[in-house]
């Protein structure tokens, strides 16, 4: 069974892969777990022995089949456990996150499925984070961008925020900029800020960092309006 430390390194690497892909590097990893290159190196080699990641050298590494499977696991029983800390306990989306770091390596299978079925099945946690399903298949995450994809003036859904940086998370929380949120941009300047309009009229600027943490689905009549415009185009 892989201990905490192992099921900590597998979530972390997941979570950048699923972000911008293989291969993740050791600063990666170190960034995210707030450990020493040396430490990550050591554990690399240690997961790597142990099949669940393949290296390459001075490129970095890639989860395995099996180091997959256990990552989603781990993924699974966090992200059902913050939703059930957001739903049955009332917690705010600020909170949930360090909760459920503290819980998900203490609770059984029996007690996720269960929580899951309390649920109704959802399929994405308080941050529109999705679930895996209870068969460890990679979840569906498919028309996702960042809000800075967006061209001024085009609208989209918000679908995830960023739970990494509890500072941006309450920033978006305290501007209603949360999954199921529709925004407009207004508009993008040339170092990085991103103006959002929300439905109820206000304006919100996103440094960088921020927007970068902000997924939306582009709204259906925004692009119709772009497949409109490349048609003209062709």
Known sequence: ???????????????????????VSTSQIAESLEKTPA???????????RG???????????????????ALEVVRRHRLIESFLAEQLDYEPTEVHDEADALEHHVSEEFTRRVERLLDYPAADPHGDPIPPADLSTPEDSGTMLVAALEPGERGTVVRVSDRDPDVLEFLVDADITPG?????AEITSFGLVTVRTDDGDEHGLPEAVADRVYVHRAAESTAAADGQEAGDA
């Open 181 to 185: 949120t529709t925004v407009e941009v």
């Open 1 to 23: 069974m892989p201990t905490d430390t192992v099921e900590d390194y597998l979530k972390a690497i997941y979570r950048i892969e699923s972000r911008g892909g293989p291969p």
């Open 39 to 49: 430490t990550v190196t050591s554990m690399v080699e240690t997961l790597a022995d």
């Open 52 to 70: 669940l990641l393949s290296r390459e050298k001075y490129k970095g590494v890639e989860l395995t089949p099996a180091g997959e499977v256990a």
